[in-house]
């Protein structure tokens, strides 16, 4: 974020957890707590008015769920969605990061690591919680992506990884907003079975993409 105060925007319908969440966030001098929402509904609301750059996000809630407003956040390109939750089962990260989430953390984690993790997903990494990375790849063990399974523009975004591009180089090559390559990268991991750009580069490299 080139020392830039990172904006933050927590969604959880537990007041107590927004609350120390705001807490925790708000003795960082690099971040900074914009807004909180009980809802998904609510948080898609705060984030288009605030324009974060990076949300909090529970899973679990009534009405619009985590998944369905990171779908749309992500969609309308807003900005980047950290799921932090209490499930590890592979469907919900699954669909976490199919809905465009970049990282995945569990709220059992310690405190300085969701902080990191909100600055990984600013800087445009994909944090996972290690128990909830052995599940995602447990479930796609079976069945990871082959090359012709990806999109191409998957395909096209993997490529330039494996040859040592960075996001912003990636956006500006293909003529896409730097928050799109992201979304591609989530969604190409996942299909893949890779929780970080190190193992996608391998991948690439071993698949002779790019």
Known sequence: MNGEVIRVVIVDDHAVVRAGLEQLISGETDLEVVGTAASGEAGISLVREQRPDVVLMDLQMPGVDGVSATR??????????????????????????????????????????????????????????????????????????SAAELTPRETEVLGLVRQGLANKQIARRLGISERTVKAHLTSAFQRIGVVDRTQAALWAERNRLG
């Open 72 to 145: 749309t956040i992500v969609g309308e390109e807003l900005c980047d969605v950290l799921v932090l939750t209490s499930y590890s089962d592979a469907e919900r990260i699954v669909g976490a990061l199919d809905a465009g989430a970049l990282g995945y953390l569990l709220k059992d984690a310690e405190p300085d690591e969701v902080l990191r993790g909100i600055r990984s997903v600013a800087r445009g990494e994909s944090p996972i919680n290690p128990r909830a990375a052995r599940e995602l790849l447990g479930a796609r063990r079976t069945t990871v992506a």
